[in-house]
């Protein structure tokens, strides 16, 4: 059992983080306080090569694997867990899925561009009526010719707000439900294409939009998959996200452990520092363990996914059982680190010239974004009752 990342991937994180550090961190006050996106920042990693990190050569990417990618994430995540998510619905959500699913023509035309920077993307799911259970969508693409007809909504999309490409899901024969449902992709500048920026108290800087489709026409060439088998494009890509998304609650972590480990030690109250009282040391080793804890298990689905030929997941296997353990855990323990990081910071934590509380505000989404946690325990439970 080796646990040890080999030496290029321990160059990838720390290349990641130096840059982080560098060209995102001094930004990230402004960012939060205005909730704006940093300019240029896909065409930043870009140079970095992160934003093709899971995509074939063939398509300009690194031709990597999901580890190499959490390890990105994570990295990005001691940061800026808002930005990190950005990147990750960029890249996973978006551009991977699009790579395991569309036709030659469609991954010819935009996954170069997705991992220059030149465009970037996001995956429409969510709707106002539909969350956890999203096969109920009400969104509808009507054949029309050689194009369908769409018109619906869609609601918490992260980079609607400043993405050019987006994949999304409607009902092409509404009458068979989840086996009624087609994938297509569609620039963001097509007629009939509206996007309201959503306004939130944490993952600022990441925007989020809700989504209108008013009689807005999509080519029959811009469907991904078969018409009527959207359900399998969109499950084929559940798992990776939440294997990825549970590497940027990692980051979370560890910025928040860092954090309060300096201020430990610097915070004097009774004539000593702080981190000398045996309860201050008791949070510390607690947020210790729930980083490793989660780590290892978020690394572990990573090196799974990566050894599997089939990577789609969903009922009825494995990967959609620890995928699911992966990210319920990093979610949770992610929220708890960062209790206790505020608490150590006491009434400082408090205060927004901290970075310690925008951390917390952040964290909760990972209880909720890419399935909540209540039904990640039912996807557990699911697969463990499975005969």
């Not at 699009?98 to 970037?120: T, W």
Request: proline share 3%; glycine share 10%.
């Amino acid at each position: 059992m080796d646990f040890k990342f080999n030496q290029e991937q321990e160059m990838l994180a720390e290349t990641t983080y130096k840059w982080a550090v560098n060209w995102l961190e001094p930004k990230m006050q402004e960012v939060d306080e205005e909730d704006k996106f940093p300019e240029g920042f896909f065409k930043e990693t870009a140079k970095l090569d992160l934003n093709g990190i899971t995509i074939d050569e063939e398509y300009e990417g690194a031709g990597l694997g999901y580890t190499e990618a959490c390890l990105v994430a994570e990295n990005l995540g001691r940061v800026s867990s808002a930005l990190s998510m950005t990147w990750g619905a960029h890249l996973i959500l978006c551009a991977d899925n699009i790579q395991s699913n569309a036709s030659k023509e469609i991954k010819d035309k935009y996954l170069p561009k997705l991992v220059s920077g030149d465009m970037i993307g996001c995956l429409g799911i969510t709707e106002p009526d539909a969350g956890s259970d999203a096969m109920a969508m009400r969104t509808t693409a009507v054949k029309d010719g050689d194009e369908y007809v769409v018109n619906g909504s869609k609601t918490f999309i992260t980079n609607a707000p400043v993405g050019q490409l987006l994949l999304f899901y409607a009902k092409t024969d509404p009458e068979k439900g989840s086996r009624g449902i087609s994938a297509f992709v569609v620039e963001t500048d097509t007629p009939g294409y509206s996007c309201n920026k959503i306004d939130k108290f944490g993952m600022r800087g990441s925007p989020t939009g809700e989504l209108a489709f008013n009689d807005m026409r999509v080519p029959a060439s811009q469907m991904v998959g078969e018409e009527n088998k959207g359900v399998h494009v969109l499950t084929s890509g559940l798992c990776t996200e939440r294997i990825v998304l549970s590497a940027c609650a990692l980051g979370t972590m560890r910025a928040a452990m860092d954090l309060s480990v300096k201020y430990a030690r610097e915070r004097y109250q009774f004539g000593r520092p702080i981190g000398e009282f045996q309860i201050i040391q008791q949070k510390l080793a607690d947020m210790y363990c729930h980083y490793e804890r989660a780590k290892w298990l978020t690394y572990y689905a990573a090196w799974y996914v990566d050894g599997l030929t089939d990577k789609r997941g969903g009922k009825g296997t494995d990967l959609d059982k620890i995928a699911a353990a992966a990210i319920l855990n990093a979610s949770e323990s992610c929220t708890q680190v960062c209790l206790d990081g505020v608490q150590i910071f006491g009434g400082y934590g408090y205060s927004l010239e901290y970075p310690i509380q925008r951390h917390l505000r952040d964290a909760k989404l990972w209880e909720i974004g890419a399935g909540t946690s209540e039904i990640r325990r039912l996807i557990i439970a699911r697969e463990l009752l499975r005969t």
